[in-house]
């Protein structure tokens, strides 16, 4: 059973830096593609960031620039670190898993997730 279980949220003030973990197991081969999204009370997922076996790393609009996603496939753990945060950055963060490859791996369709972990970011 492919687990994912995500860390390192909390609170921040805007302008600060936090770093996400998401620690993926009970898989046998892959995943092709990877994932952060998040969402916001009263408004729909998005699409953060990605990564997978052909793709180096997609990213939201709103996060280029700030936002790094990487893989370290020898620790089976994704992490995202958010830096120049804003109030807009707000939202619970979710990982996710699947077993299709994409080149935009924000595009692809994802077989298993996280049970999130909070942003919160203060102005």
């Known amino acids: 059973q492919v687990r994912l279980v995500e860390s390192g949220g909390g609170s921040v003030q805007g302008g600060g830096s936090l770093r996400l973990s998401c620690e993926v197991s009970g898989y046998g081969y892959g995943p092709y593609c990877m994932g952060w999204f998040r969402q916001a009370p009263g408004k729909e997922r998005e699409g953060v960031a990605g990564i997978g076996i052909y793709d180096r790393g997609s990213y939201g609009d709103s996060v280029k620039g700030r936002f790094t996603i990487s893989k370290d496939n020898a620790k089976n753990t994704l992490s995202l670190q958010m830096n120049s945060l804003t109030p807009e950055d707000t939202a619970m963060y979710y990982c996710?898993?699947?077993?299709?490859?994409?080149?935009?791996?924000?595009?692809?369709?994802?077989?298993?997730w996280g049970q999130g972990t909070q942003v919160t970011v203060s102005s």
């Open positions: 996710a898993a699947g077993w299709t490859a994409y080149s935009n791996c924000l595009r692809a369709d994802y077989n298993y």
